[in-house]
């Protein structure tokens, strides 16, 4: 029997339910249980996919090519579990969805309502796929009070009511403020989310409450008394050293057993939690520090590279190191200025030049590379980090001084070029260059065969692997002999030949540049190969300076 546990946040945004999320369903896998989360979001947008970082932070991308909220980043890092398409759904989906179905008549005629063919579409939603699952977990994007929202909420009051007692509970994510000049922790802006949320039609039976000081038993009980939960169902959720380090908080309090009893399930035993013992040990007691730049577009905003931030913290956790992530805004150094370049990049360890869209910033990235390529610091560049180091290889090397991207506009020497025809494992997919922006590009899991003597196959201890991408341009193989006369080799193809996957350079410490984004695949507990033989290259490196 599937049980349904539905996630709304209250008083302000960014309170962490994501987080909340996957450390519960994390505590319920450790229990024994099987998990999946869902995330639904308010936004019109169809999916994140044409959203700038700054307004969306990173968007991330299942096997099954679907570009999602970075929430299913939390969920896949902290449980294991594999995200596919139908575990993100926005409005704007949804609507889509229902227009299609207007124009064609499936509604034989009918009003085309709210109620009932939006909230029957968010309830279907909630409850596919999930054959052979203990729990499904489903976060409500936004804050109670949003009239975004209200479809959603609307629709989990009425799944509740559908799925019978035992079947569904509610956990309302909400904020408990210290007002310093008072010396005091507020409950009445909880009281007030609680009542909102009540007065839709849906009554928590947890709350988890943020606050940046702990909450004594006297508040908790006032918050129980007002908010008619027991006392025990108000959990405590204070900062913590890392997120890594949440899922033990949230035991540490109580949350996974009073979950459970929500339910009607005694807790029995305590989960085995060993492997976030041991992840947070490495953590907090590394054995040495390395310095990594980051030579990015959207530095101004962490979340723009979420789960490259993660993938590094995981790579240090690898070799037991901590890693200190130094954001570079590439625009620093976009005149090629060798002295800034050096100003910048001297103290890292080892460079990291991420995925990107469009020119600014490009140039920058370009001497980053030749700096990491000719002071032989550890190279690891990613999407639009290949193809940079594939234009800097082409001008510096190969004699080709107009090497460019026609992402930047027309170029006699198109090093790299958009891409409109490839390969899935659906047939051939096509694409107008001038066409839509959104859900256009090569998406999802792809297959890519290595060079059996390769640096990477060494390093992933296969000549097969699959890897996530996202990206509309290629590198152009009618450069790659030119290309590898000046020492960067083609070290990984797509099956059929026809798509550079991995570049590398045999005569450097470590240099690697993937036209994929393995860090959408690193976990704490398992990381991904690239990012922990980075770091051990940046170790080595670090014992040099």
């Known amino acids: 029997m599937t049980r349904y546990i539905f996630i709304t946040g209250g008083v302000v945004s960014s309170l962490g339910k994501g987080l909340m999320a996957a450390s519960l369903a994390a505590l319920l896998q450790a229990r024994g249980y099987k998990v999946r989360i869902r995330k639904f979001d308010p936004y019109l947008n169809v999916d994140p996919g044409t959203m700038s970082p ?87 994007g936004g804050t109670v009070g949003d009239i975004e929202s209200l479809p959603f909420i609307e629709a989990i009051r009425q799944l509740k009511n559908e799925l019978g007692r035992g079947r569904s509970i509610s956990i309302h994510v909400t904020l408990v403020p210290y007002i310093a000049a008072a010396g005091e922790l507020k409950t009445k802006p909880t009281q007030h989310s609680v009542r909102e949320l009540a007065s839709l039609g849906v009554q928590p039976d947890v709350l988890v409450c943020r606050a940046e000081k702990p909450l004594p038993a006297g508040e908790r009980a006032k918050i129980a008394q007002f908010c008619n939960v027991p006392a025990s169902a108000v ?18 309090e109580g949350l996974d057993g009073e979950v459970l009893r929500a339910f009607g399930i005694e ?59 130094r954001w570079i805004d590439a625009e620093l150094f976009e005149n090629g200025d060798d002295a800034e370049v050096a100003a910048n990049l001297e103290a890292c360890h080892a460079i990291l030049v991420p995925g990107a869209f469009g020119s600014r910033g490009a140039e920058g990235k370009i001497a980053s590379v030749r700096f990491a390529r000719e002071r032989k610091v550890p190279y690891f560049g990613i999407c639009f980090g290949m193809q940079m180091a594939c234009v800097e290889g082409a001008r510096n090397l190969a004699g080709i001084a107009g090497a460019s991207s026609t992402e930047f506009g027309p170029t006699s020497e198109p090093v790299v070029g958009i891409i409109t025809e490839w390969m899935s494992k659906d047939g051939i997919e096509t694409r107008e260059e001038g066409g839509d922006l959104g859900g256009t590009m090569r998406l999802g899991a ?89 770091i051990e290259a940046a170790v080595r490196q670090s014992r040099l300076v």
């Open 446 to 534: 792809y297959p890519a065969k290595l060079t059996g003597n390769s640096v990477v196959a060494s390093i992933y201890g296969s000549e097969a692997i699959s890897e996530r991408h996202r990206h509309r341009y290629e590198v152009n193989t009618g450069y790659r002999d030119a290309l590898e006369q000046g020492g960067l080799v083609f070290s990984g193809m797509s099956p059929d030949g026809m798509l550079p996957e991995i570049v590398e350079r045999p005569d450097h410490p470590w240099f690697v540049g993937v036209q994929f984004h393995p860090e959408l695949k690193s976990k704490p507990f398992d990381p991904h190969p690239l990012f922990a033989s980075f």
């Open 235 to 252: 959990i405590p959720a204070l900062d913590a050293p890392s997120i890594y380090a949440v899922p033990l908080q949230y035991h540490a």
């Open 54 to 140: 700054y307004q969306h932070g990173e968007v991330y991308v299942t096997d099954d090519g679907a570009e999602t909220d970075l929430d299913l980043g939390h969920y896949e890092r902290f449980t294991g579990v594999a995200s596919r398409q139908s575990d993100n759904i926005t409005s704007g989906r949804i609507y889509k969805t229902i227009i299609e179905r207007e124009r064609r008549g499936d509604y034989l005629g009918a009003t085309v309502q709210v109620i009932p063919h939006v909230t029957d579409a968010i309830k279907d939603f909630a409850q596919a796929e999930t054959e052979d699952l203990d729990f499904v977990l489903c976060e409500i």
């Open 267 to 325: 807790p029995g035993a305590d989960p085995d939690l060993s492997r976030w013992t041991e992840i947070t040990d490495r953590l907090f007691n590394p054995e040495g520090e390395v310095t990594v730049g980051v030579v990015g577009k959207y530095v101004g905003l962490p979340d723009a590279y979420k789960s490259l931030n993660e993938a590094l913290v995981h790579g240090g956790i690898a070799n037991r190191v901590k890693v200190n992530i």
